[in-house]
């Protein structure tokens, strides 16, 4: 299995910097990727015809969800709230850049 493009770009927004800054960033980092996979299986649940494939795609896209919020909710622990929101606001930007320049492909996180 190769790595995975979208991984393998956000990750590298988290070198340099502090090992204490790296360690915030990989939180927020694995945040955004949670939720992103929330989105892609709410958008699979959603599409699907078959009521047992929807609920099942449901329940991923719920577990995902929580596991976005914990990763944000361990970074509050360590870090300062101002300081975290605005690193999200800067990533989630980064990542825009990086998800409109990945070529369209299917995958679920």
Known sequence: MSPDPYIKQLM???HGGTPLTRFRDRLILASLIESRGCERFKLVSEAQEDEDIRRFYKLLWASE?????????????YFDKKEVDERIAELVAEEAKIVENLPLRAALH
Not at 65 to 77: D, N, Q, Y
């Open 12 to 14: 590298a927004l988290s």
């Open 65 to 77: 969800a929580k596991h976005s919020h914990i990763f944000v909710h361990m970074a509050l622990r």
